[in-house]
């Protein structure tokens, strides 16, 4: 047996992740500097990506940036690589919600609230990897001709969207459509690029939530019956990074949920 261990170490991570600030993210930025990697987080929440490099020191740096934003990105890759001293990890995080059906009681979909969602949540990440995988293709390959690892955030809602998930369920298909692509033209320089689609995970978002709905929603997953726990995509995360078979593919995070159609 060829055993060939572990190409690439979490302590070797020089990651950008955006939407870093909470959530999931945050998940992933823990346990990227908990393995004694660094982190940098592009998020737009100042006080949440300020305090969470605060706690975590020295290996953390934030930066404020839209993902949107053309601009707002380049620079910040730049300054996250000359901190760094480099980029070989991309986690996109950054991401919104949405909910409004097509035809709702005050008539059709705005298409304005369309556009955004496609703008953040497909064309940010676009934004980002473009940008990241310029960087990137300037690195020097390890030994086994890495240069590094991009890996998107998805959702189940591309594959069984809920009813006024139209616009969110576009943008999270559109960052698994372009997942084989991006990983196809990469692979010449080493890169790898991957998508985790989640099902229900308790970030922010569901706090709102009160703790009964929490638990009900949670049952709704076959197995384990509840909601994921952060820590799990971070987990995940770090599979994708160490594993140079996991390319142009998008895995499910779900504990087998299935969305029904409301
Ligand atoms: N929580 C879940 O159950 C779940 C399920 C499926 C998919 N997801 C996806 O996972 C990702 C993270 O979700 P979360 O639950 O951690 O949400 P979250 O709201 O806790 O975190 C998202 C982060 O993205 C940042 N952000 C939003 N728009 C931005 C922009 N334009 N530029 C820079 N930063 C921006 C926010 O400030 C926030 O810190 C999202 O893409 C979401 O769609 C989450």
Redesign the pocket.
């Known amino acids: 047996m060829i055993w060939e261990g572990i190409y690439v170490r979490l302590e070797d991570c020089l990651a950008v992740v955006?939407?870093g600030?909470?959530?999931?993210?945050?998940a992933a930025v823990r346990n990227i500097v908990l393995k004694g990697g660094k982190a940098a987080i592009?998020?737009?929440?100042e006080e949440?990506g300020r305090q969470l490099a605060e706690e975590l020191g020295e290996s953390v740096l934030f930066i404020r940036?839209?993902?949107?934003k053309e601009e707002d990105i380049r620079a910040a890759v730049n300054q996250a690589a000359d901190v760094m001293g480099g980029i070989n990890t991309l986690v996109n995080?950054?991401?919104?919600?949405a909910a409004e059906k097509v035809i709702g009681r005050n008539g059709a979909h705005h298409l304005a609230n369309f556009a955004r969602v496609i703008q953040?949540?497909l064309i940010?990440t676009f934004n980002v990897i473009r940008l990241a995988a310029e960087k990137m293709i300037g690195n020097e390959p390890n030994e086994h001709e890495e240069r590094g690892v991009m890996i998107n955030?998805?959702?189940?809602?591309a594959f069984e969207g809920q009813i006024g998930q139209a616009a969110y369920s576009a943008s999270?298909g559109g960052i698994v459509g372009m997942t084989l692509p991006i990983a196809r033209e990469l692979a010449r320089y080493g890169i790898r690029v991957m998508t985790i689609?989640?099902?229900?995970?308790h970030?922010?978002?569901?706090d709102t939530l009160p703790e009964e709905a929490r638990d009900s929603l949670g049952k709704t997953v076959p197995f384990p019956p509840r909601?994921?726990y952060?820590s799990e995509y971070g987990r995940l995360v770090q599979s994708i990074i160490e594993n140079p078979m996991l390319n142009g593919e998008t895995i499910r995070l779900d504990g087998a949920i299935r969305m029904q159609p409301k």
């Open positions: 955006t939407g600030a909470s959530g999931l993210g945050e592009f998020d737009q929440s949440k940036a839209d993902v949107t995080c950054a991401g919104i919600g953040v949540n940010g955030t998805a959702s189940v809602a999270k689609a989640p099902g229900l995970f970030t922010p978002l569901f909601l994921g952060p």
